[in-house]
């Protein structure tokens, strides 16, 4: 009788951690974009996390959703290279649903980028001058594990471990 007790006050924590931890919101998701086809050639790469913290399926900056975000634009032949990152962003909307429904629009006060999702246009400006494409925003999602995940594998390991202990006993 004194094992079931054991067994049973040991599951019901394990139970009870479990879905305290569960009950946490999800983690930030990392995406990685690209943007090629730039007159005098180039790609603009980068990378932003965020999370849908109001449920209605975008990540949005202008929500506070975006926690980190770096792009840098390389191997043009009229343009120098630069890079942004998130003091630098002014918006930045991503439907969650809808990979190629990307909006960025960032600038440090001397090179800019946006890309319109309406007509997949892309636009850097830099000392005036400005260079345009047709292509499409590229994203991909690189999905960081959460640590209640860790955490639940770890307690059902510990459980385990007691569980086991407790019945050579």
């Known amino acids: 009788m004194k094992k079931l007790i054991q067994s049973l006050s040991i599951g019901t924590t394990g139970l009870t951690i ?5 009950s946490q919101p999800v983690n930030a998701l990392t995406f990685e974009f690209s943007q090629l086809g730039w007159q005098g050639g180039g790609e603009v790469t980068g990378i932003f996390s965020g999370d849908d913290k109001n449920g209605d399926n975008t990540i949005s900056f202008r929500n506070n959703e975006v926690s980190a975000y770096e792009m840098t ?3 043009n032949l009229t343009f120098t290279e630069f890079s942004h990152n998130l003091s630098d962003l002014s918006t930045l909307e991503y439907m ?7 909006r960025i629009i ?11 999702l ?4 892309g636009f850097i400006s830099q000392g005036g001058s400005a260079i345009t494409t047709n292509e499409p925003v590229n994203t991909s999602v690189k ?7 860790s955490i639940g594998f770890m307690l059902f390991g510990l459980g385990a471990y ?4 407790i019945s050579t006993n």
Not at 18 to 22: D, E, L, Q, R, S
Not at 118 to 121: E, F, G, S
Not at 162 to 165: A, C, E, F, G, V
């Open 18 to 22: 479990a879905m305290v931890i569960g």
């Open 73 to 75: 634009f390389a191997d």
């Open 96 to 102: 969650l649903d809808n990979p190629e429904m990307i």
């Open 106 to 116: 960032s600038s440090d006060g001397t090179s800019s980028y946006d890309n319109n």
């Open 118 to 121: 309406i007509n997949n246009t």
């Open 143 to 149: 999905e960081v594990p959460e640590p209640t995940s």
């Open 162 to 165: 007691l569980k086991k202990k």
